[in-house]
């Protein structure tokens, strides 16, 4: 469930983050779910433990999850406007990226202009 790639630029923490929150975005996580403990999360992606509590520290902070002392960490109740806030977040990250390398602005903007709902 959680595939990251352990040879990317991006932290892992990061990686981690990202991916409960496109599970939450798809469903696969549900409001109330409870999440694997810390060890075991790492153990099953052969990461160590506090990179791993630093993605649900990350997490928490931000209302994505929070924590019962003694039971663990679950899904908190996500609101729309966090769901966008992170789809905003991850879309300024892409554009900015693709700027970088050279694709115009005319060019973002034609492509999202072609994009069918």
């Known amino acids: 469930m959680f595939d990251l790639d352990l040879q990317s630029r991006t932290p892992i923490y990061e990686q981690l983050y990202k991916k409960t929150i496109e599970l939450i975005i798809k469903g696969v996580l549900k409001e109330n779910e409870q999440l694997p403990s810390v060890r075991s999360l790492a153990?099953?992606?052969?990461?160590?433990?506090?990179?791993?509590?630093?993605?649900?520290?990350?997490?928490?902070?931000?209302?994505?999850?929070?924590?019962?002392?003694?039971?663990?960490?679950?899904?908190?109740?996500?609101?729309?406007?966090?769901?966008?806030?992170?789809?905003l977040e991850d879309f300024d990250h892409s554009v900015y990226e693709a700027v970088k390398i050279g694709i115009t602005k005319d060019e973002l903007k034609e492509r999202i202009d072609g994009v069918e709902l």
């Open 43 to 87: 153990k099953e992606i052969g990461v160590n433990p506090n990179t791993v509590a630093k993605a649900y520290q990350e997490l928490e902070r931000n209302k994505i999850i929070y924590s019962v002392s003694g039971r663990g960490s679950f899904i908190a109740k996500i609101c729309d406007s966090s769901v966008k806030d992170y789809i």
